[in-house]
Structure formats: structure tokens, C-alpha cells
């Protein structure tokens, strides 16, 4: 093969972005993009070598992994060597081209590189895909719809379609034994959060301990922290509340509520216990930002702060103006969810709103309930655990009306998302749901607290 030769390596894995590739009506193929820049036009051929079977795609100036036929070139599967791509396209200089390197089949992963051929060199660099930049986010058939993933520091967040329909019949992932404290059952159980394995790691409130339960084992669960019985020991745990996951230190942070302080343990094989990060906090709530500020609530001082990681010292950034429902004030707010632009939403409880403090704000903006409690489209009835995708749209656990509801933004109402069916244990009821999340698919996570159980709402 003749011609001047560019070559960039990578490597898909289990952490990388995925969407729904062309010509294929099913979502989990991992990709990463790549954009090809040259300095003199003609015809460039473009080799994969690689030990997976590679799928090669090519965009014209841009690539939206939601919109995954928009600006399509061209694709190929198989006629390079070893069931890899080979693609050939007249590139320009006045003109960007995108390679998206995916796989055959779905959830394949490996290491590839990639190599031009041409007229000159090519200027190959990684092309970041920023879902947020565009509403266009959905792409549906009659049996699939599909979401895209950013990563961050503090794992793996959907993009999830602004129509997107969950199944109404959830699936138990964790406990549904009955209330307990055997390592198939949970009692109580607050806060969860969900790792890019579809993990679910539980705050098992009145266990006083935090437990995961792994993709696919519904049997058992494993105690991951605590579970030495109620105290104050490092190794104890009283009365958890929430967890959030520090993707960069591989480790667990804990609102030990009873205990008052916030704790940071290992996920490490082998650690017996925990360190303080915080104490002296009533706290009810954690959230982690992308700069790996943590951000806690405090049900006493109605207020929420933020701290660097490993430091004493904090910034009021929502409430801290008294109990009550002025746009500065908040009344025992719980959980917590920070964007990317260090915005925070807070889950105002007892004013049965949420509330959007924008960063360096003096007061919160309104953007759900706010109306007095009640059942309506337009109330809660003290709002819980909140989660907002890339799109900005909010998911609430609306505690005492026993469903999950979705306010897109700037709505005056929300919609029911799964529940709202009637206190009760049947697969499609709820009964004081409280933790909410998703995972890298968009699948929908509720700790659904007098159940005794984590339940999934799997993404159509």
C-alpha cells in the first residue's frame, strides 16, 4: 500500500461511550471517534488493525452518537485484514472528516489502531462527542430507543431521550426477602448509587451498613462497609443515609448520619475501615461534582455546603438563611444532584419542591412542585432522591405519592414515570420510594424503602 502513513492508536473498553450503530437496531456498541484533519486533498485509505472485529464509520464534519446516521459517509466492516474495516474517502483541507472506530457485534472490547494512507500526513486526534450541546438526542424504532453516555470523574452519565418509556413492572435487583439482616434482605434501605457495571451499592439504613448487590446475582448481596452492628467505631456505621462513588480514589463516601459525619472507605479488597472526612454534620445527602468537590446537605441548618476533598473547610452554596420557604431559604433538604456547570439541585422536602441553585447564586430557582403537597402533575408530596440526565431534564422519587416523576425544564408540570399505581408491592407499585439513578443505558433505579428493595425499570 503506498502513500505517506498516520497511525493513531486506542482501544475500546467497558467504560467507553456506546450508541446505536448504523444498519443496526440495537444499542451497546462501544465507539470512540477521531478526527482526521490533513493539509493536502485527495484520496486517503483508512486501515484497522486490530483483534476484534472492528466497524468503521466516517462522518462528514461532525458526529452526534444520538444521530448516528446524520452526516454518515460511508461505513465497513470487513474489507480490511482479519474482520477489519477498510475505508477509502477523499479528504479535504477545507473540510473535517470523523472516523468512528465501533465493533461487529455489540459490547465487544479490545485494543485497535488505525492507519492513513495518503498523499500527506494526517493530523489524527481524539474527537469529543458533548451531547448536551443538542437537543437531537433520541433515535427510535419501534422496539428500541437508545441513549448516550459522557463520562466523568464520577462515572458514566445518560443522555436519555426526552421520550423515552421505562417498562411499568420493575425488576428486583437487590433484597425483596423481606425486612432483615441477612445478606439476601435489607431493612430500610435510603440511598443508592450504580457503577458503570451496573453494580448497585445500597446506604441499608437500619442495617447500618452499606451493601452491593453485582449485575445479574439478585441471591445475595455483599457488605461493602459497616455491618459491625450500630456505633461509632471506624468500622461502624449508624443509621447511613446516602453514598456517592469517587471514581478517582476507587472508593465509597458516606453520609453516617446518626454519627454525624460524612466517611470516605475503600473499595479496596480487604479495608475493615473507614476515615473521616467530615464531622460535626447532620447530614442528609452527597453528591460529587466533575472537580471532585463534595457537595453535603444539612437537615438541621436547612443548608448545603461545599467542600475540597480532604479539606475542613466549606462554602454555604444553597440555603443557610433560616428554616422556610423563601427562594433563599430551604426546610430539611435531603438529596442532592450537581451538573456539570456546578449547579445544584436540591430536594427541598418539607417545601415539597426542588430547587436549582445556580453556582455563586444568593437564591434557588423553583424547577418542580413548589405548590404545596399534594398528588397533582404539578406537586410532590415530600420529594426524595433526584437525578438529572445531559439534557437537563429532572427524575424525582416523589416519596409520598409513591411514583417517579420526570419534569422536563422550564415545565410547568411533570409526568409519571414508573408508579404511581397506589402504595403497595406489586412490580408495578411502590411504596415510599427514596433513592434514584440510572445506569450507563438509561435504566431506572428505585429504592423503594417499605419494600425493603431495589427495584429496576428497564429502558424501552
Known sequence: ????????????????????????????????????????????????????????????????????????????????????????????????????????????TGAFKVIVYGPEKTILTQYVTIPITTKSTSTTTSTTTTTNTTKSRIGVLPTIPANAKWTQNGLTVAGGNGLGNAINQLNRPWGLSVDDDQTVIIADHENHRIIQWKKGDTTNGQIVAGGKGRGNGLDQLNSPLDIVIDQETDSFIICDRDNRRVIRWSRRSGTTQGEILIDNIDCDGLAVDDQRYLYVSDYVKHEVRRYQLGEKNSTLVAGGNGQGDGLNQLRYPRYLFVDGQQNVFVSDKDNHRVMKWNKGAKEGIIVAGGRDYGNALTQFDRPQGLFVDMLGTLYVADWGNNRVMRWSQGAQQGTVVVGGNGQGAGANELYWPIGLSFDRHGNLYVVDNSNHRVQRFSIE
Not at 82 to 97: D, R, V, W
Open 1 to 108: 500500500m503506498l502513500g505517506i502513513q498516520s497511525s493513531y492508536a486506542g482501544a475500546l473498553t467497558e467504560k467507553s461511550s456506546s450508541f446505536m450503530r448504523p444498519k443496526q437496531g440495537e444499542y451497546g456498541f462501544y465507539f470512540l471517534a477521531i478526527k482526521v484533519k490533513t493539509s493536502s486533498s485527495g484520496i486517503y485509505t483508512i486501515v484497522c488493525k486490530s483483534g476484534i472485529d472492528t466497524y468503521g464509520c466516517l462522518y462528514n464534519e461532525s458526529f452526534l452518537p444520538s444521530s448516528p446516521n446524520s452526516k454518515l459517509i460511508a461505513t465497513d466492516d470487513d474489507s480490511g485484514s482479519k474482520g477489519n474495516f477498510k475505508l477509502i474517502a477523499n479528504l479535504t483541507t477545507t473540510e473535517s472528516t470523523i472516523l468512528v472506530v465501533t465493533t461487529c457485534n455489540a459490547e465487544q
